[in-house]
Every structure is written in C-alpha cells, then in structure tokens.
C-alpha cells in the first residue's frame, strides 16, 4: 500500500510539479500535492496543519526561497523545507541552510530528493516526540494525572505563594478543602474504574463552579483544594455553596448503579494572620472533618475560637503523637483481673490494657489517644501491635496463660472491624509465636458490632474459625437490643460499668444489670460486670449470680512486663 505524503510545494512550473509527483510515485510514495506560487499563497496554505514536507523552487519571479523560509518560520511550524532549484551557487546554498533549510537539491539530480524527504520527515517526527515527552513530564510535574487538576505539590506552592501575598499586601483568599463522602461507596460496589471516572467527572464539575481565577487541585485520593484569590469571606461562602449544591445535585451512573455523592467542605480564610502553609492545611483539614462529624454534605468555616475545630486540631496533634509512640516503641501492655465470683468455680482472666509513655517518660491513659486513633483510623495499627506484644509475651513466659480457657481479654477498635486482613495477620502470629489462638478473647464494643452488622458478624466468624473467642463490652452503652444477642457469635457479655458502680444505691441501676445478666444467660453467655470498686458491689453482683466481676476493687492494673505466671 502508498504511502501517503502531503507536500507543500513552492512552484512557479506546473511541468516541474508533475516531475516531483511522478518522482515521488515512483519510490511509491501517493503525495497529496498543493502548489503555491506567492507569499500570500504559501501563507494560506500554512494555514493548515500536518503537511510533511515545504519544497521551494530557490527563485521565483518576486518570490525567493529565503522569503518562503521566514514564512514558515513565522508559522512556528517544524515542518522541514527542502530547496528544489535549477541553478544555485555554493554561498547561496549554505545562506539557505544557515536560515533554516533542511537541505537543497538540484534539479537534474532528482535521485536526491526522495532520501532527503524521508530522513527530514524522520528526524521532524523525533523531534515532535521528544517536544512531546517534554511537555508530558512538565504537565505531570504539576498536574494530577487521573484528573488534570492541579496536583498537591503545585497547588501547596500557590497557597505558599497566597500566604506571602496578604502577609506583604495584606491581600484576602480563601482555601477550600472538599472531602467525598460516597465516594468509598462508589469504589467498593464498582471497582476502581468507576471510582477513577467518578473523579474526573467530579473534577469537571469542580471546574465548572470557580472562576478562571481560581486554581482546583486533587490533593489525594477523594480530596479536592480550591485556591479563591482575591476572593472576600462572603464571596468565598458564596462559591462553597455553589460548589456543594452543584455535588448534591450530581448522580453518578455506572452499569446501571447510581450514586447521590456529596461532600464535606472546610473553609479557611487566607489573610495577614494566617501562619504558615502547615497551618493553613491543618485548619483546612480539620475544619473538613469537622463538616463530617456534624453531618457531611457541608461546609464548615474555620474560626479561631471554634471548640470543634480545636478539639480536633488536638486530635490531630495526638495522631502524630501516636504514631511516634508506634515507631519509637513507647507503648506498654498493662493488666487487669478479671475475677470468678464465688458461686461456681471458673478460671480467672486478665483483660489487657494499652498505655503510651510520652516524651519526657510519663504513662498516658488510652482515654487521651484511642479518641483521636478510633477518628483517624490509626487505632487498626494499634491493635496489631497489642496483640503482636501480647503473644510474643506469652511465647516468652509460657506460665503467664492459664489453661482451659482463654486468659486474655484484648480489646479490638470498631475500625479493624474493617480490616479484611486481620485474620491473615493473626494466623501468621499465632505460627510465629506458637501460641493457640484459645488464649485470646477479643473484645469488641456493642456499638460497634451494630453499627456494620454484616461486616462484624463476617468478622467474627472468620476469627472464631481460628479458635478464639469473643466478648461484647460495655453492654448497655448503645442500643442495648437484646435481639442481637441472638445473631451475635459471642461468648462473654461486659455489662457497662455505668450501670455497675451504682448498683448497690440506685435499683434502677440494680434491675438493668440483673436483666442483662439473665437475658446474657438464657442466649449461653457467660456475663462480666466492669468498675467493680469494692465488696459491696461483689456481694450484689454475686446475689445476681454474674459469672465475673472486673474494677479496682478487685485489682488495679499493672504492667504486663510484671505478670509472670497465671
């Protein structure tokens, strides 16, 4: 088959013209010749794009080939253009190529051209492609390759650049931090190729709500930052709301699904007292969360003496906190007995406790951290890393477990409810350590085990098949619906210590946890009572016939490191 060549040809003679065609079909070329003989010709034809090649006679009559060479300069183009000339002399020839031309080519010598067309063509089309390349590493040095959208890196310097701005001009911006919230939805149901389209598609429509002044960033997975400059409080409240109401009212379709989407949005202004850029971005992450707790699909607008914001900013503060403790190995395992009470002999139990020695060597309370590690998905991490220690502490001690039935009580977060990998991990510690899994009791909170049934009751399952067991704490606490115990696989139910501490003064109090205790035991659960505090309590709880009692009034909690035998 031909090859198509499309020419540009520079010719005053229709005779030479059909010469360079037919020699261009013989080496089996099917050029699409255009022939031109002025500058205004040749500049109309410039006009359009893709012509391979500019062939130029050297002289014609009121138009030379060095006018035709600045034409095509002028263009910008890089199409290569050859010299095609009857006469021309050598200083000639070599002026030609110093402006530009790619060669000259005598006209008696035609076997030339050919060769000389296809190494031209060749060598423009390397270079288009490395101009090309060029421009796709400079594109993706600042933008976001899924979307388009400026990339985090870029759009932190622009924020830099804003920052610099109202401190010196006293200039006011705004940053806006947007969060999806079904975007996960989306993702899990579909599969990532619908979550991939839905942010471009958000990102369009992100586009379509700013102004041309403004700059849209995808910061990371379903995180968005709009950068408003020059943009007033009020106006930047404005464009929000626009930009949430155009969310609310998109609906994603894939394969038939379709998904109302939404969003959460922290706005912060950027003005002389702003700070740095770290702060800028903690605020603005903080104040989107914050739009998230109080309901998603809103905006939530950053203000120094927000207590929201500030106890989340804590929280924040904590997360890196936890995650040095992690790195540095600053957590410690305590632990507290779990007591049989005396009307039918039953092994006792520990439940194991997490605390966390700060910086200048104090122990911290997990009331301080779990908060912040249960919002910022950090508490999964901890969790493996309390049963990791545990194991490899009874792997170390053999006579720290007791036998028969399972000695530890660990707690396990709402989150690593999630964590698919969980049951892999436990079974490559249980391997590692040698360890049976019939020595843990994972306990997980009523809340929790509610709130994703589906998820905890696979979750469980799949733990059980191992061989351990499970407890639902702070029964009570929640829902309290006593239909769940019926679905729920577990073993041992905690009655919350709210009801227990009072038990002995308040028969409201006293009739709750008799009636946990007997609806626990008509489903085959073992009950435990917590914050036990003294005997009086003991008495009571045993009169009920609570198969365990826990609380300082029995032991208070000591390090692991100390616990050497069962």
Not at 221 to 242: K, S, T, V, Y
């Amino acid at each position: 088959m031909s090859k198509v060549l499309r020419v540009l040809l520079v010719e005053d003679s229709e005779d030479d013209a059909l010469l360079l065609e037919r020699e261009l079909r013989r080496h089996g070329y099917r050029p699409m010749l255009h022939r031109v003989d002025s500058a205004a010709q040749l500049t109309q034809a410039l006009a359009e794009p893709d012509w391979d090649v500019v062939i130029t006679d050297h002289n014609l009559p009121g138009f030379s080939s060095e006018a035709a060479l600045d034409l095509v300069r002028q263009t910008g183009s890089d199409v290569p253009v050859i010299i095609l000339s009857g006469t021309i002399g050598e200083d000639v020839a070599v002026a030609a190529m110093k402006a530009g031309a790619a060669d000259y080519i005598m006209k008696d010598n035609l076997a030339r051209l050919v060769p000389a067309i296809e190494r031209e063509v060749r060598d423009a089309a390397v270079r288009r492609a490395h101009r090309q390349a060029e421009a796709t590493i400079r594109h993706l040095a600042y933008h976001d390759p899924l979307t388009g959208l400026t990339n985090r890196a870029q759009f932190e310097r622009k924020l830099a650049e804003a920052l610099d701005e109202s401190r010196e001009l006293d200039t006011h911006h705004a940053l806006l931090y947007l969060d999806l919230d079904q975007f996960k939805v989306v993702n899990d149901t579909c599969g990532h190729v619908a979550g991939d389209e839905l942010l471009k598609q958000v990102a369009l429509l992100l586009h379509a709500q700013v102004r041309d002044s403004d700059t849209v960033a995808r910061l990371g997975g379903d995180e968005f930052g709009i950068l408003l400059e020059n943009c007033p409080l009020d106006r930047a409240q404005h464009i929000a709301a626009q930009v949430l109401a155009a969310l609310n009212d998109f609906r994603f379709s894939w394969l038939g699904k379709t998904f109302a989407i939404g969003g959460s949005i922290g706005l912060v202004p950027i003005n002389r007292a702003s700070g740095t850029l770290a702060d800028l971005m903690g605020r603005a992450d903080v104040a989107c969360y914050a739009a998230k707790d109080l309901g998603r699909n809103r905006i939530h607008l950053f203000q120094e003496d927000d207590v929201e914001l500030a106890r989340r900013q804590g929280e924040m503060h904590w997360v890196a906190r936890i995650n040095a403790a992690l790195e540095q190995d600053r957590f410690e395992l305590h632990w507290q007995r779990i007591d049989a009470l005396g009307h039918t002999p039953q092994p006792a139990f520990r439940e194991i406790l997490l605390r966390l020695r700060d910086e200048s060597g104090t122990l911290i309370g997990p009331g301080a951290f779990l908060p912040a590690a249960e919002r910022y998905n950090v508490a999964p991490a901890l969790d493996r890393w309390v049963v990791r220690r545990l194991l490899e502490h009874v792997a170390r001690h053999p006579d720290a477990a007791a036998s028969g039935a399972p000695s530890f009580f660990v707690n396990l977060s709402g989150a690593t409810l999630n964590d698919t990998g969980f049951d892999a991990y436990l079974r490559e510690l249980l391997r590692d350590t040698g360890q049976t899994a019939a020595l843990l009791c994972f306990e997980i909170t009523e809340t929790a085990a509610i709130a994703n049934l589906s998820r905890a009751l696979d979750f469980i399952h799949a733990i059980r098949a191992e061989g351990c067991r499970f407890a639902l704490d702070d029964f009570g606490s929640g829902l309290s619906s006593f239909t769940y115990l019926k679905t729920l696989p577990v073993d041992y139910l905690k009655i919350d210590g709210a009801f227990v501490r009072d038990i002995t003064r308040d028969p409201m109090d006293r009739a709750i946890v008799e009636a946990i205790h007997r609806i626990g035991h008509t489903v085959g659960l073992k009950t435990v009572a917590e914050f036990v505090e003294d005997a009086a309590i003991v008495s009571e709880l045993t009169r009920l016939g609570v198969d365990y009692a826990q609380g300082y009034g029995l032991h208070r909690p000591q390090p692991l490191a100390a616990a050497k035998t069962g």
